[in-house]
């Protein structure tokens, strides 16, 4: 009879954990219908800077897109009104990532993550303000500490930012990483390759998920050793990206025994007379028919839209080899003159997430509540206005639309963030009480005693045994169980335990009982 009803506990276990398994399912839960906590104004109410999702939320993400370019001529002091399309993908590819984690029940269980997002303008003053923005939400917040159970649920407590996405531009990433580093603020950048970011004194607490520039000079000079181009010359910006590319490039060609003909500095204040000058200068006074470009997205957007003018002038017959950085490869896709059709973009390798196409596929003006700079960009790409002649259509309809290279870096530094945060709070913030069941269990296993001669013995051990699988069985299950339904599954539990440790302790024994009454 005992071993009946061990195999039948046993089957009945196994059975509710099946149901409960084949019940939850990790499906992932796309918040892009949902407005945002806050959208952050300045510039006098005249410009969106940031969007926040904080309230309610266990961890906070920081993020900086470069959502729009700098004002032309601005020298990166004041922020341009047209949206960069780009950057709103890399903004959606962390939207879709931190859906992704917070539907996942194995990755940072019962920890919802928010976000404090803000637009660089693709210039490291605006930047840097917006960094401190960042830091300064909470000037009282500890670093290296687990936060209170209720701090969440609590408005008056301002959950400070733990870390921080992007940016993607090397010269914003280099003074923005000096600043993290003053307040032990982890920073994982997704496009930003200077080699100047790998001096982990400076910038300790900066992180990449982007081979550096050493990988894209090779790339480049091996081109150039297969092709037998050994006379070149150079146009690169005069900013901390660029210089720091240019002295890598510098160095390998020298040991390759290539030429540099002219090398010339692209700077943040140079207006239309200076792009043109250094065109022609390209197009006259110059031997070299392939050109190196180590330029922002600007600095090349600017000078290839002047080459072609020089082109098209009818006085130039030239036609060049153009070996471009990534940034200068993005500018090109926006390009449609000849004057870049011989051109080598060197790009960091990277998959294309079919899912995230998927999701880029339900986002439209009516759909998409969360990003506020997602209308502007929709209404530029499709030439209408929210209220006419916007028909609901994808971006990813479009015709020619290829998933930008950098999306899936920005999934991957959230992905790398939220791993590192699910290590730190298993290592360093588990819960005691974990511990006191553990303990309480043991004690008990090594202090029971039973007298002799008692015979309901092995109905104790049953019904301890049956409660301990019981228990056994639902972890997993619960582990495995999306963050609203595990309330219902420790409830669940319990009622089934105490169900079994009646059954096992009663059943038996009332059932003697009943069959065999004169039996004391």
Not at 171 to 192: D, E, H, K, T
Not at 329 to 349: C, K, L, N, R
Request: include cysteine.
């Amino acid at each position: 009879m005992f071993r009946v009803f061990l195999a039948i506990q046993i089957m009945v276990s196994l059975f509710f954990c099946f149901l409960l398994f084949q019940s939850v399912q990790s499906v992932v839960q796309f918040q892009y219908d949902t407005p945002p906590e806050s959208v952050l104004i300045t510039d006098g109410g005249n410009r969106i800077n940031g969007v926040q999702d904080r309230r309610g939320k266990d961890i906070i993400l920081g993020g900086l897109f470069t959502i729009h370019n700098d004002a032309e001529g601005s020298a990166g002091a004041k922020c341009g009104e047209r949206v960069w399309g780009h950057g709103i993908e890399l903004l959606e590819a962390m939207f879709y990532a931190l859906d992704s984690i917070n539907s996942d029940p194995d990755l940072l269980p019962n920890i919802t993550l928010g976000y404090d997002i803000r637009d660089t303008c693709q210039s490291d003053n605006i930047a840097l303000d917006e960094s401190v923005n960042l830091v300064f939400t909470n000037t009282d917040a500890e670093s290296g500490t687990c936060r209170p159970l209720d701090a969440s649920d609590n408005d008056s407590i301002q959950i400070p930012v733990a870390a921080t996405i992007g940016p993607l531009e090397s010269f914003i990433s280099i003074p923005v990483a000096s600043f993290f580093r003053l307040f032990q603020m982890s920073q994982v950048s997704y496009g930003s390759t200077s080699t100047e970011l790998n001096n982990r004194n400076q910038y300790g607490y900066f992180f990449r998920t982007i081979p550096t520039n050493n990988a894209g000079v090779q790339a480049m000079i091996d081109i150039m050793l297969y092709y037998e181009w050994d006379h070149v010359s150079i146009i690169h910006s005069d900013d901390l990206f660029g210089s720091s590319f240019n002295r890598d490039f510098l160095l390998v060609a020298k040991a390759k025994e290539i030429c540099i003909d002219a090398n010339e500095p692209i700077r943040d204040d140079f207006d239309d007379s200076d792009y043109r000058e250094l065109a022609q200068l390209l197009f006259f006074n110059t031997t070299a028919n392939v050109i190196v470009l180590l330029a922002s997205l600007d600095h090349a957007k600017n000078l290839l839209n002047y080459a072609q003018m020089v082109k098209d002038s009818n006085i130039a017959k030239r036609n060049f080899v153009w070996i471009v950085t990534d940034a200068s490869a993005a500018a090109a896709t926006e390009f449609t003159g000849d004057v870049i059709a011989g051109m080598w973009g060197i790009f960091p390798p990277s998959e294309p997430i079919i899912t995230l196409d998927d999701y880029f596929s339900k986002l439209t003006a009516s759909t998409n509540k969360r990003n506020p700079w997602y209308i502007s960009y929709y209404e530029e790409v499709f030439k209408c206005t929210n209220e006419i002649n916007c028909n609901n259509s994808s971006i990813t309809s479009v015709e020619g639309y290829v998933q930008f290279p950098y999306v899936a870096n920005v999934v991957d530094a959230v992905y790398s963030l939220a791993h590192a945060i699910h290590s730190f709070i298993q290592n360093n913030c588990q819960q005691p009480v974990v511990i006191l069941l553990i303990a309480s269990n043991v004690l008990a296993i090594l202090t029971i005693r039973f007298p002799q001669n008692f015979n309901e013995s092995k109905y104790v051990a049953f019904s301890t045994f049956s409660f301990g699988l019981m228990w056994i069985a639902f972890i997993f299950t619960y582990l495995n169980t999306a963050d609203k339904f595990q309330t219902a599954v420790v409830s669940f539990t319990i009622q089934m335990s105490a169900m079994v440790v009646l059954l096992c302790l009663f059943a038996l024994v009332s059932s003697l009982y009943c069959s065999c009454p004169n039996v004391q």
